[in-house]
């Protein structure tokens, strides 16, 4: 417990205890979700910020980074976008608010504040522990969302988009997903900006899959560059469960996404994927955690970092392996390319190991554009600039190609080719 | 066509000097072999040809066409038609082969002021041209040279040449590494670009790969130099008696 009692709040901790006394006669809820959204306030109140000294976010002085808090903007008017992948079925929250109207064939849907309004929603509106900033002040203020459910057995023939939009003010939005037992499906989650006003977004995902569900799951953030975002995606992986996690950055000023994943099923297998692409002054947070609970699991994790400008990244990944998970293979590997004297790559893994037979491992590179590429490029006429565009481009691509879905590959590339395009 | 004059130059970093007054005139049309022992600076030569910044020429000159291509960087050098085939061709994971023949091949064009060409055009040339070097449509879904066995990259490379369609190839060591069968496939490959305006630069160890490209003339490299040239009797020579009698001579 971070214990501030007494202390001083910043203008960003009293914007958000304001903002909270405004809005929490007009935010969805039963009496149990009322309860739960005042002890999660109380903490904050009495917490704050974290700051430097919190050893979760060490490297993400939020109390320091955050100045300011844009104040709920109910006026605010956000487009929805076409699918990322075409032929996708969209499921909409425009400036924090569920679109009613969306349906996924075969898939049980309800809007977040349903669940709150009949109070079965309060069940998730918890911190995870004392640390978890991004799940108190989202489970405080969230508004809407989508509640999931998979029935067992079924096999998504298009990817299904969680499209959330806004262009100013404040959205909290949660997204609950059961997979039930052998669901195939791909969801991208997707947060965009359409506005350039600064915006203030939190959001969390709490995701579970039953034995043998085979999910991908794609979080692509791209907000303004004014933006804070803070997301959080809290997964429980059953017995021979696949999840392949995608989780991309390419916007915001301050970003922070938490991944948390617990493996409870043998003979399940994580594959986290994270590419970061970063420049101006962005401040960019990914921090991990897996436990894994019984033997026979395995999850690779690999992060490509590019960075240019004044841009900041930050990795944080924790393995932890309990007693009895004998039999566990986890590999960790987190690479960044820095194209910029001024920009800055933090990573720390972590591996808490306690069971004696097991595969673990991790390793972090720093590297530069490989001179030798650059020059058997060159040697083609492909010109400089060009080609060191394409070497950067290629660093994070071999990523997304390990998806082999032709559309949804192709789709990430366009963005990423997008933003080098502006950035680079 | 190419014309170097009493070329020094050394490595960069520190300061080695490799090439010590290096003379050679290749003409159009012309198939020149370069040959020398390890360590006489052939490689060398063939990266100070395409302009790697790793090497730093400190007296004499290149000219191609006439015109000094000091001050070119590699991408300028290529599209004026200069091009290496490499001996080690980089794996590039993450370029997919199509897009960078695409994009080598219409980069070229635009620096020389050309029509980039259509998608349909593109696919039919290399299709075509990969048919000639038996290589498979397999090989060209694979990121660059990625996974690639040693004579498919060395295929590949040929693939590129005959796609870019150089005024001046250089050849560095393309016989390293490839079976007889292979050998032949890229020997033809390159035997199909010789042309009246087209000069090839072939550097080997060997005299097999001279008998399937038959050599105008021979040169032999020692310490950074040309000590002997002559014409493809000059290869065989060298085969039966080692670089030993000519190094002797010159000395």
Redesign the interface.
């Known amino acids: 417990m971070n214990m501030q009692t007494g202390m001083k709040l910043s203008v960003a901790e009293t914007a958000l205890c304001e903002a909270y006394d405004h809005a929490i006669g007009e935010l969805p809820g039963d009496g149990a979700v009322l309860a739960a959204r005042d002890i999660l306030i109380s903490d904050f109140k009495e917490a704050g910020l974290p700051t430097r000294r919190v050893e979760a976010w060490h490297y993400t002085d939020l109390k320091a980074l955050l100045r300011a808090v844009p104040a709920f903007d109910p006026a605010a008017s956000a487009a929805k976008l076409a699918p990322l992948v075409e032929g996708s079925t969209v499921l909409s929250v425009v400036n924090g608010v569920a679109d009613t109207r969306g349906s996924v064939e075969g898939v049980t849907l309800r809007t977040f504040s349903e669940a709150l309004a009949d109070g079965s929603g309060a069940e998730g509106l918890t911190a995870r522990d004392s640390d978890d900033t991004i799940g108190r002040i989202n489970g405080a203020f969230v508004r809407d969302g989508f509640v999931l459910d998979f029935p067992a057995g079924t096999d998504l023939a298009a990817p299904l988009e969680i499209q959330t939009t806004q262009n100013a003010g404040q959205t909290h939005t949660r997204f609950p997903a059961t997979f039930g037992a052998n669901v195939k499906a791909t969801v991208i989650e997707r947060h965009v900006a359409t506005g350039e006003n600064p915006a203030f977004v939190t959001t969390v995902s709490d995701i579970s899959l039953s034995d043998g569900a085979d999910i991908t799951w794609v979080i692509l953030q791209g907000q303004g560059a004014a933006d804070t975002h803070l997301g959080q995606i809290r997964v429980t992986l059953g017995t021979d469960a696949k999840l392949r996690l995608y989780v991309i950055n390419a916007g915001g000023k301050l970003v922070r996404q938490e991944i948390h994943v617990v493996v409870s099923g043998e003979g399940s297998d994580l594959k986290l994927r994270g590419i970061n692409l970063l420049g101006g002054e962005t401040h960019n947070d990914v921090t991990f955690t897996v436990g894994h609970n019984v033997p026979h699991t395995t999850s690779t994790e690999v992060i490509r970092n590019v960075i240019f400008d004044r841009a900041r990244g930050v990795f944080q990944g924790q393995i932890r392996v309990a007693p009895d998970a004998q039999k566990t293979d986890a590999k960790m590997s987190c690479n960044t390319l820095l194209l910029s004297d001024e920009a800055d790559f933090s990573a720390k893994p972590e591996l808490e190991i306690f069971a004696d037979d097991v595969q673990c491992g991790h390793g972090a590179t720093v590297i530069d554009i490989d001179?030798?590429?650059l020059?058997?490029?060159?040697?083609?006429?492909?010109?400089?600039n060009?080609?060191r565009a394409?070497?950067v481009?290629?660093?994070?691509?071999?990523i997304v190609?390990e998806l082999e879905d032709e559309p949804l590959v192709e789709a990430l590339e366009g963005v990423i080719a997008a933003w080098l395009e502006k950035h680079a | 066509m190419l014309e170097i004059k009493n070329l020094h130059a050394r490595i960069a970093e520190d300061g080695t000097e490799i090439i010590r007054g290096l003379n050679l005139t290749v003409k159009a049309g012309e198939v020149a072999a370069i040959m020398g022992p390890n360590g006489s600076g052939k490689s060398t030569l063939s990266y100070i040809l395409?302009?790697?910044?790793?090497y730093e020429v400190t007296e004499g000159d290149i000219l191609y066409n006439g015109e000094s291509i000091l001050e070119l960087?590699?991408?300028e050098?290529?599209?004026k038609g200069i091009?290496?085939a490499?001996q080690y061709?980089?794996e590039?994971?993450?370029?997919a082969t199509m897009q960078?023949l695409k994009?080598?091949m219409n980069?070229?064009r635009k620096?020389r002021g050309e029509a980039e060409l259509t998608t349909p055009d593109f696919m039919r040339r290399v299709k075509d041209a990969a048919a000639e070097l038996k290589i498979a449509p397999e090989m060209l879904r694979r990121?660059l040279n990625v996974g690639f066995s040693g004579g498919e990259k060395k295929r590949a490379e040929i693939l590129?040449m005959s796609l870019?369609e150089p005024k001046l190839c250089v050849l560095d060591e393309t016989d390293s590494g490839l079976d007889i069968d292979a050998l032949k496939i890229v020997a033809d490959g390159v035997n199909a670009l010789r042309s009246p305006d087209r000069a090839v630069i072939v550097i080997t160890h060997y005299q097999r790969l001279l008998d399937y490209i038959v050599p105008d003339t021979v040169h032999v490299l020692y310490k950074g130099q040309v000590i002997k040239s002559g014409d493809k009797t000059l290869a065989h020579e060298l085969e039966a008696n080692g670089y030993a009698d000519i190094i002797g001579a010159a000395a």
Do not use: T, W
Request: no cysteine; proline share 9%.
């Open positions: 001179h030798v590429q020059f058997y490029l060159m040697a083609r006429g492909i010109p400089e060009k080609a394409m070497l481009n290629a660093f994070v691509a071999e190609e | 395409s302009g790697r910044e790793d960087d590699p991408a050098r290529a599209a091009f290496l490499f061709p980089v590039i994971p993450g370029v960078f994009v080598a980069e070229q620096a990121p590129q870019l």
